[in-house]
């Protein structure tokens, strides 16, 4: 386990003692949930996640309404976006003052940019109830949280000020989420956000790693990189994504490891969620970045075996995500790393046989982890 994956989960179980206690509101008796509890919360989550993967029917609508909705939001959805948000911040080195948080429910990016040194963050959020929980929360921290309440949707240019960085956590695919022009309208709402950031300053973009959100997020970023935004984090290709091309089913994500709290742990458990990851699709953008473009790759995917026993992933490099294979009877000392690879591991690939798609490892290949 890594310094930085240790400082996330040190906060989160700190977070989420805080989150238990504000969960029960005046009837706070212990910072355990009983096994009651867990039940109720992991029922919810499903709900939730149900309506978040299938037809969206919770979008847009008060995820907080009821006691177990908002223990679910609380001990599971919270501390996921804080720890993406922390996991973002620190890959990327990401440091400043002051930040905007937009659609920020009940605040774990905007106590996530806190925690990471901010002094203010500027916090935008249409439901009062939301913002009030990430007011009470923010008195725990050093810094100080400036509560917006506004439709960002209805009144898109109602963001003042100037940031070091703009984060918007699980939000964008709200906005106009029924509109067929919603990228259009998605990608203008960034560009005039553009006007509101600082000198190098950048914007965030979180999204569920879902098939749909991630897509739609790619086509968002095909749109922004012709107004010369720059993606500065994590795609290696900084020209268009063609695999939006593809079928309906090819995407990308960003996986990480994380140590994951026991709290969620148990309830993703319980609801029959896969935890053991960190998953999530974001964008870091910049306007006019200055960038080289490097020679390593990131591998994208999962490894894909053929019936054949050829290893297969998929990696962006400069070029866009192109696929790099291995065949059993290639396997040799430089090149036996290729089957522990995973997702997120950069890479370097030296000699291989050029394909169609990309390339084939050889004998005399090798590949080396940077
Ligand atoms: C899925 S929640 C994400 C909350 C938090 N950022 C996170 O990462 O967990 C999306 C939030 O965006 C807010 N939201 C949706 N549409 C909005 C709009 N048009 N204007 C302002 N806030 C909006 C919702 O009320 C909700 O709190």
Redesign the pocket.
Known sequence: MNKTENIIFDRINFWTKELIKLWRNNQFTSYNLSERDYRDISESVKELSNG?IGDRAL??K???ADFSTLGA?LLY??P???A??RKILFDNQIKGQNAL??????????IALLDHGFKHVTS????RN??LILKKLSGLTKGNVILKE??????SKAVEGKYDLI?????I???WSSNENKINLRSEFIQNLLNNLRKDGKICI?EPALTKTSRDLIKLRNYLIKSNITVVSPCINKGVCKIINENENTTCHSEFNWKINPVISKISRMAGIKKDKLKFSYLLLQKNAHFTLPDHYLVVSDKLISKSGKARFFVCGKEGRVSISLNKKNMENGNNIFLKLKRGDKIKIIDPEITENGFSIKKESSIIKI
């Open positions: 978040l979008i847009g008060k995820y907080l939001y959805y919270w996921v976006s804080y993406q948000t948080d937009l659609g920020a429910g009940p605040g774990p990016c905007s935008y959020e249409k439901i939301s913002a506004a439709d960002l949707e209805k009144n984060i918007m956590g699980h939000f695919n709200e906005l979180i």
